[in-house]
């Protein structure tokens, strides 16, 4: 199976991005999803999860009521549609699918700077 992440790039404070996460190689519909951030000398640290179905999310307080994650079963896509971005949003961005163990993406960097 494979992950693949993009949508990535370099923004100003108050801008806005959107992460796709294109999944292969798995039953996407039946898995788990997640988006995850590391910063440079941080602990990588959950940022949003969606379950199979779409129907429950869950947030990192940090995040919440600016990001909002999504899913395509069609398309065995996820999305993290991120506004408000702030510097402190600034690191690489993984997604992770979780079906038994967990699978990672090689990531996309994201980078909130004036």
């Known amino acids: 199976g494979q992950l693949v992440e993009s949508g990535g790039g370099l923004v100003q404070p108050g801008g806005s991005l959107r992460l796709s996460c294109v999944v292969s190689?798995?039953?996407?519909?039946?898995?788990?999803m997640s988006w995850y951030r590391q910063a440079p000398g941080k602990v990588r640290e959950m940022v949003a999860v969606?379950?199979?179905?779409?129907?429950?999310?869950n947030y990192a307080a940090s995040v919440k009521g600016r990001f909002t994650i999504s899913r395509d079963n069609v398309k065995n896509t996820v999305y993290l549609q991120m506004n408000g971005l702030k510097p402190e949003d600034t690191g690489m961005y993984y997604c992770?699918?979780?079906?038994?163990?967990?699978?990672w993406g090689q990531g996309t960097q994201v980078t909130v700077s004036s």
């Open positions: 969606i379950t199979s179905t779409g129907d429950t999310t």
């Open positions: 190689g798995f039953t996407f519909s039946r898995c788990a």
């Open positions: 992770k699918l979780t079906w038994g163990f967990d699978y």
